[in-house]
């Protein structure tokens, strides 16, 4: 099993090749990546995992705002090198993600993914809550989790960008 270690500067462009070998040279076009521009992810909730001086996986938060409730975190992307997919890896990277994100005070997090992968850590479809995102093509891959009971009471709306003083990813 690959190590976990939050994401430093030098991984950046080890990452990028990572999610262009995943999900495609244009998954800027994807409603998450529009979603993203521009903003920082949120520092500490950034990991890495690796093997043998390999970069494996990847996971990142981001800060958004839903109606105008307290920003959340949007999760995502989330991605394993294809050569080391379906040995946990994901997995690993969200449990520590989600796990790290609770232990800092996050209430609730959510993101654009295939329910299947995602329900197995608590998230359900968001539309339950009146949270949409309308880019985006099958509102059944919105989905939300809360980090803390009834963090998304009374949380409906848009799935927006977070001002930028609000998120940030360096220290």
């Known amino acids: 099993m690959p190590s976990i270690r939050t994401e430093g500067p030098q991984d950046g462009p080890l990452i990028e090749s ?11 076009a994807r409603p998450s990546y529009r979603l993203r521009e521009g903003l920082q992810p949120v520092y500490g909730l950034c990991f890495v995992a690796e ?10 938060h981001w800060l ?6 307290e920003p959340v975190l949007l999760l995502g992307p989330i991605a394993v090198d294809p050569a ?15 796990g ?8 609730a997090v959510v993101a654009v993914g295939t329910p299947s992968f995602l329900g ?7 539309a339950r809550y009146g949270i949409t995102l309308p880019s985006l093509d099958d509102p059944r891959r919105l989905l939300s989790l809360e980090l803390a009971p009834g963090a998304l009471d009374g949380v409906t709306g848009v799935v927006v960008r977070a001002s ?7 220290p």
């Open 18 to 28: 990572l999610l262009d070998r995943a999900f495609g040279v244009d998954r800027h």
């Open 51 to 60: 093997a043998e001086g390999r970069l494996l996986g990847t996971i990142r």
């Open 64 to 69: 958004v705002q839903i109606g105008d409730a």
């Open 84 to 98: 080391h997919e379906r040995r946990g890896i994901g997995g690993l990277l969200v449990r520590t993600a989600l």
């Open 100 to 107: 790290r994100a609770a232990a800092e005070g996050h209430t």
């Open 120 to 126: 197995r850590f608590g998230f359900t479809g968001a």
């Open 164 to 170: 930028p003083e609000s998120a940030s990813c360096r």
